[in-house]
């Protein structure tokens, strides 16, 4: 079984964010599509997801996942420490999400963003949904 990362196609943050998960994912758990490709609009629509959501989603297991609890659920199968992050799920969702609420608002500003999603290198291209 593997999960499906949706991510923003644009954004720097979330571009070096899936970098990041690919690396510390050997096994290949997840895969990714960005929420502006074809793959990534259908599941949006397949899982009843409002196209007002602007954030990291996770499905896994036919269940959605956005904001923290989504980053949550990437961290608990990723190598090293990352998986002992898992432990802020003690801290109410709301606050979780207000955080995550406030890097996710200042994003572009922060991080800037693309002209257009990444290309996969050749090597993590089969990673890709689409």
């Not at 991510?7 to 899936?18: E, K, M, Q, R």
């Not at 609009?41 to 990291?56: F, N, T």
């Not at 799920?89 to 200042?106: Q, S, T």
């Amino acid at each position: 079984m593997e999960a499906i990362i949706l991510f923003d196609g644009i954004c720097n943050l979330c571009n070096s964010a899936v970098q990041f998960i690919i690396k510390r994912d050997p096994k290949g758990y997840f895969k990714f599509a960005s929420l502006q490709s074809n793959t990534g609009q259908r599941l949006i629509k397949q899982y009843g997801v409002s196209r007002h959501i602007d954030s990291l989603i996770v499905i896994e297991k036919q269940k959605v996942y956005i904001k923290s609890s989504a980053a949550l659920r990437i961290c608990r199968k990723l190598d090293g420490f990352w998986k002992y992050l898992t432990i802020l799920r003690v801290l109410p969702p709301f606050f979780r999400n207000f955080l995550y609420d406030m890097v996710a608002k200042n994003r572009y500003h922060w991080f800037g963003k693309r002209d257009s999603c990444m290309l996969p290198t050749a090597e993590i291209r089969k990673r890709f949904l689409e």
